[in-house]
């Protein structure tokens, strides 16, 4: 007695071309089988088995998952039933891949797919994906799911071995489309009389090998796969998040430095310099207090005019302890040529002590001017400047050094994900990346 849950044993049957055995194991669903032994194409569609295709064993191919292995994917057991490998050509040079036909009594069929190392468990699907568009290229929607379209090329039966649920032949052509949206690919295939269409999930092929046991290791994956997941997405995602978090303490530090900073004046003079004077053009300026260490900020303001100038400066202390001496030059010129009017280097300069002790200071200033300039008179060999000195003076040159820093990791992801997508678009039939942004979530 046979239980309901029970599956029967595949009845044994004879290739009618070279009487080996023959063993369908998808019971009523089989309509056409292929001897193992001489790769006749056999009916099994009506009583008996009816030879109505040979071909030459010159051509025969050898499954990386033997006929009848078994194995368990998506929670169920799969038996392998059958094996062909179908064939594209591409700007006349022919690419050709596997496809497995898996078999569970109570599940129905599903396929495995092989190419170049490259895995993908796939379905039927019984509903009609949605036609529209990604940035004018042609797509589809299917389960909320958006897929771009990848490829479309003419695919031909070249080798079959096992059974199937429709009529196989070597030989037989569709025109298949591929539409991706990594890990998954949606393939539609119209053979004149219907359109078939098939979902699809990438699988390392570390999985398969696990999945049915087989000895040794997968065949390496070569190349970017039409629905391979770009592993840098995932990282680039999580390194532009973690430079969100980064940017809104890199601002609210800043913030903080600019509220915390007082930028006291402590001094303000202006002056008048010319360069045809006479005497010593050195001065010291009136003493003022630094209250607290930090940086002082000694800006210079010029009205130079087509001219430079130089200021030798020192910041000393008025008790004779301690001295910083700095200079500055500064010059702006401007004028009109063919190109029209133009201008380079500026009226005004600053330095910046980084630290200072508590203390009374003064500057000593001592300005200088070509006095052989062009515009040689007597307001070109002078000038107008004011001296300001301020006092714990925000340093936001240290925050805008970081801020590469914090782009470092999102920008390298960011170009290994984009390289990725080109690789993968690369062999589309539209040979960028442009018409799609990689994986979808």
């Known amino acids: ?86 064939a594209i050509r591409v700007e006349g040079v022919p690419y050709s891949w596997h496809e497995y036909l898996l078999f569970n009594p109570y599940a129905g069929f599903r396929y495995l797919t092989h190419y170049d190392g490259h895995w993908n468990f796939v379905a039927t699907v019984r509903s009609l994906p949605a036609f529209t568009s990604v940035r004018g290229r042609k797509a589809v929607v ?16 070249t080798f079959v071995m096992g059974e199937f649920p429709w009529a196989v032949r070597v030989g ?31 699988v390392p092929g570390k999985e398969i090998w696990q999945a049915f046991g087989l000895p040794g290791s997968p065949p390496a994956a070569h190349g970017v796969y039409a629905n391979q997941p770009n592993p840098h997405m995932d990282k680039m995602r999580r390194a ?40 010593e053009h050195s001065f010291v300026t009136e003493p003022f207090s630094v209250p607290r260490t930090g940086n002082v900020k000694v800006e210079i303001r010029t009205d130079l005019d087509n001219n430079w100038a130089y200021f030798n400066m020192a910041l000393l202390a008025e008790d004779g302890s301690r001295g910083f001496d700095f200079g500055r030059e500064i010059s702006y010129y401007h004028g009109r040529d063919s190109d029209g009017s133009w201008s ?34 007597a307001a070109g060999m002078s000038m107008n400047y004011e001296v300001i000195v301020r006092h ?36 589309s039939d539209y040979g960028t990346m442009a018409g799609f942004s990689g994986d979808s979530e």
């Open 1 to 86: 007695m046979v239980t309901a849950n029970r599956v029967p044993a595949p009845a044994p049957l004879a290739c009618p071309n070279c009487g080996g055995r023959i063993e369908l194991r998808g019971f009523a669903h089989t309509r056409t089988a292929v001897c193992i032994q001489c790769c006749s194409v056999l009916d099994a569609s009506a009583a008996g088995l009816k030879v109505i295709q040979r071909f030459d064993e010159a051509v025969r191919v050898r499954p990386l998952i033997p006929l009848g292995s078994r194995g368990k994917l998506q929670g169920k057991t799969w038996e392998v039933i059958g094996f062909q490998v179908r």
């Open 142 to 157: 299917f389960e909320g799911r958006t897929y771009a379209h990848f490829q479309s090329a003419r695919a031909t039966t």
């Open 172 to 202: 037989e052509t569709v025109t298949a489309d591929d539409y991706v949206s990594p890990p998954w690919i949606l393939s539609s295939e119209q053979d004149g009389k219907e359109i078939n269409w098939s979902q699809g999930v990438y």
């Open 240 to 279: 532009w998040r973690t430079f969100g978090v980064l940017l809104a303490l890199w601002l609210a530090a800043v913030v903080l430095h600019l509220a915390t900073s007082s930028n006291q004046e402590l001094f303000r003079r202006s002056y008048r310099f010319a360069a045809n004077s006479p005497g």
């Open 344 to 377: 380079e280097g500026s009226r005004s300069d600053s330095a910046t002590l980084a630290r200072v002790p508590a203390g009374r200071y003064y500057l000593r200033i001592e300005p200088e001017m070509d006095p052989q300039a062009a515009f040689a008179s």
């Open 392 to 427: 714990d003076t925000p340093r936001l040159w240290i925050f805008f050094l970081a801020l590469p820093l914090l782009l470092i990791s999102p920008v390298l992801h960011s170009f290994r994900a984009m390289g990725l997508e080109s690789a993968r678009w690369s062999e």
